[in-house]
């Protein structure tokens, strides 16, 4: 099959939705199918950078994302490139203006075209302090989707919510785990020295972009609670963004470890104890994966990946979602039983063990075909 990704992320960025598409694309191809991506240019690469299976748009910068960009128009662009390297199917990955251009020129060539729903957008409204405008974006993705022959979404939770804002022919694309890179057999004792944790003492991790729509507050009101009842413990926080001035001075006694990547970011999960992520935004959450493979104790809201995952009280910790005081109250139970988490930890790494990417891929590619094959129109 010739499957063509349009995305406006894609590595060199880093974020979930970029490392996520990478991990399909290289599974698709090392499943023997064909894989051209269509992504805008980041701030980060030459003017004149080209790259095997990949076009690259102009783009502009993202209102509040520093480094990132979001691709710009380009309808008769991609008409003429599809009908020069025609595709048996595209996915449009994102939403955006080049997302839209895409939906249109493959209209134009009458190419197949399915979608995916990678980001809460509308619920981040409310975290930038324009919750006016969350019915008016929830509007912009149902006819976004609902004009592609599939919409896939991580996460059963989140298809039961597109199918309320009436989005409709929603499938199951899951997410995997490299559980060759994040493993507990990463830890560092020197990491941990140098954040001032003997082999013994506690380190309670954060790992996410140090933006509002984390419930960052809660993060730092976390920490603060660990350090409070384990005095000697240590609060790091691993990510960038727009978040993390304000909160390291607020916080000059947390670590902030900026972002890591590969084998640095498979250190730090693993040289960790604990790992506290209290978004309430996500779509799946790799990072609660990722921490479940390096063999964490995990305290997450449930729903998404740590609903899908987490068992209360044997591989992690669950609260009820979105609620301060059930997250705090967890928490506390959590160290409370910091004596069970060798066991817990070992059930986590177990668990990550099982979620292998190559089935997630198959599954998807049998939907592809289908959509594909389907007749224009239906």
Known sequence: MKLCIVTETYPPEVNGVAMTLHRITTELERAGHEVRIVRPRQSSEAQNASYTNETIVSGLPLPGYDGLRFGLPCRHKLRTLWEVDRPDIIYVATEGPLGQSAIRAAGDGAIPVVSGFHTNFHEYMKHYKLPILANMVQGFLRDTHNKTRRTFAPSQDVIDRLEAMGITDTRLLGRGVDTALFSPEKRAAALRQRWGVGEDGLVALFVSRLAAEKNIPLAAEA???????????????????????????????????????????ARHYASADLFIFPSVTETFGNVVTEALASGLATLAYDYAAPRRFIRNGENGFLADFDKREAFLQALECALERRASWPAIRAEARKTAESLGWEGIVRKFVADLEAARDEPQGV
């Open 223 to 265: 920490f603060q609670r660990v350090r409070a009842l384990v005095p000697s413990a240590a609060c790091v926080f691993v990510g960038d963004g727009p978040e993390r001035a304000k909160l390291e001075k607020a916080h000059p006694d947390f670590i902030f470890a900026g972002m890591q990547q590969g084998e640095d970011l």
